[in-house]
């Protein structure tokens, strides 16, 4: 039989230091998953908004007749700017899709800043408007399934359709 401070000693020196280095463990772990759900929650509402502004931006732009003088604004993207660093943290399914979106948005800003450096302004509408068709037709759905695994709500009004957090 073993003596009671014995029993004590080992219970002090080793049961409640694994206790406590699982638990430790244990909530790195947790607090790591919660960061990682919040990074492609952010990413992925920012790339709703875009989806939806370059889809009012198109209708917008193609509805247009004199397009001459309209000043284009840049698509701004902070959280992915910040998160970029994190991108390894996305679920493995939209890495790839997330880069990609990304990468295109920013040439269609590279084509907005070199617009006066078109010799024609029917050259810079044809492919600027073909740059955001292009964009739609890759992005504009791409992410519903994800959106809907998020349980975000859907709501259509026409072409500018857009999912609610």
């Known amino acids: ?6 029993t004590w000693l080992y219970i002090v020196q080793v049961v409640i230091p694994v206790i406590t280095i699982v638990g430790g463990v244990f909530a790195y772990f947790i607090q ?3 960061e990682n759900r919040s990074v492609n929650k952010a990413i992925l509402a920012e790339v709703n908004r875009l989806i939806t502004a370059v889809r009012r931006h198109h209708d917008w732009w193609g509805s247009m007749t004199a397009r001459r003088s309209d000043p284009l604004v840049p698509f701004s993207y902070a959280v992915y700017k910040q998160q970029v660093t994190n991108v390894g943290v996305l679920r493995g399914n939209l890495v790839a899709a997330v880069v990609q979106f990304y990468g295109y ?3 269609i800003n590279s084509i907005q800043i070199r617009r006066k450096h078109f010799e024609k302004d029917a050259d810079f509408e044809a492919i600027y408007t073909s740059a955001l068709k292009n ?20 709501e ?3 072409t500018h359709s857009a999912w609610k957090i």
């Open 105 to 107: 948005l920013e040439f």
């Open 135 to 154: 964009f739609l037709d890759l992005f504009e759905h791409r992410f519903d399934a994800e959106f809907k695994r998020q349980n975000w709500i859907f």
């Open 1 to 6: 039989m073993t003596p009671p401070d014995a």
């Open 156 to 158: 259509g009004h026409g």
């Open 32 to 34: 790591k998953h919660s």
